[in-house]
């Protein structure tokens, strides 16, 4: 029988011997060893073993990560949408009220600038016509009534009598020369005839610019008429003296122009009853030609 080994000595503190410092690596490191698991790589990096049977294996790249647990991406979405949703309404209501308060119903964009639309004036739009209250008549310089003018200027020599038709307007043209021991005197008349009241009216309105260059004044010509204007013009030679009066009339369908000359000493101032005469001669070519 073999006898026991014997008991190592004691040490002399009475506390086992220390162990034996860590090996070294050869770069000086510590000899502490990597922990579990941490071990070297396998060599040539292969593909990781198939799984077993028990062990789920990893799905395909172009799968569908799975939702984090908890349904916290679903929360997400609920809350985002319900966000869209309040701001849409958001932007309606204050469109609804921007209409509302403008009152453009939406049918013209801010900004914009007005289309300009080309209305015509009431002065631009034909009348209706009325009933004429004048036809044309013929041969009247032989038998117009002038005898206010002749009273003043001596009897009547018919310088031009003459009818014609331009478009839709009937004229006639008379003119007359008178003479005697004071005054010499000329009547011009032209009687148009037109086919209603707006014809005559143009023609009154385009008369007074044709005449303001020669006649020093222009004044409204107030009688039994719808418009009137006499033009005075006034001017002497020598020891003569001569007077102009122009009116132009316009009734109805009916534009007249009468223009009376007179030629007399200078001083003389015949202009008053010059306006007499021709007025009255107005009013029977008026009567004359009335329907």
């Not at 790249?61 to 679903?74: F, N």
């Not at 701001?87 to 600038?113: E, K, W």
């Amino acid at each position: 029988m073999t006898a026991p080994p014997p008991h190592p000595p004691p040490h002399p503190s009475g506390h086992p011997p220390a162990a034996p410092p860590p090996a070294t690596s050869p770069d000086g490191a510590s000899g502490y060893g990597p922990p579990p698991g941490y071990g070297p790589p396998r060599p040539g990096y292969g593909p990781p073993p198939y799984p077993g049977p028990d062990q789920p294996g990893p799905g395909p790249q172009w799968a569908t990560p799975s939702p984090p647990a908890g349904g916290g991406g679903k929360t997400g979405w609920i809350a985002g949408g319900v966000a869209v949703v309040v701001i849409a309404l958001i932007i309606t209501v204050a469109a609804v009220a921007v209409v509302t308060r403008d009152g453009s119903g939406g049918d013209q964009a801010a900004g914009d600038a007005a289309i300009p639309v080309d209305i015509p004036s009431p002065a631009d739009v034909p009348l209706p016509a009325p009933p004429n209250a004048y036809t044309s008549q013929e041969n009247i310089c032989g038998e117009m009534d002038i005898s206010s003018v002749e009273d003043l200027a001596g009897t009547r020599n018919i310088l031009y009598d003459e009818g014609y038709q331009m478009f839709s307007v009937r004229t006639w043209v008379c003119k007359y020369s008178m003479r005697n021991d004071d005054v010499w005197g000329h009547l011009d008349l032209t009687v148009n005839v037109h086919p209603d009241i707006n014809g005559a009216t143009r023609e009154f309105g385009r008369g007074a610019d044709v005449a303001r260059s020669f006649f020093d004044r222009v004044e409204e010509a107030p009688g039994s008429w719808q418009q009137g204007r006499v033009l005075v013009r006034e001017e002497s030679t020598g020891q003569s003296g001569s007077t102009t009066v122009l009116y132009q009339i316009q009734d109805s369908n009916l534009m007249l122009e009468a223009r009376f000359n007179c030629l007399t000493d200078v001083g003389v101032d015949l202009e008053p009853q010059m306006r007499t005469a021709v007025e009255e001669v107005i009013v029977n070519v008026m009567a004359a030609h009335a329907v």
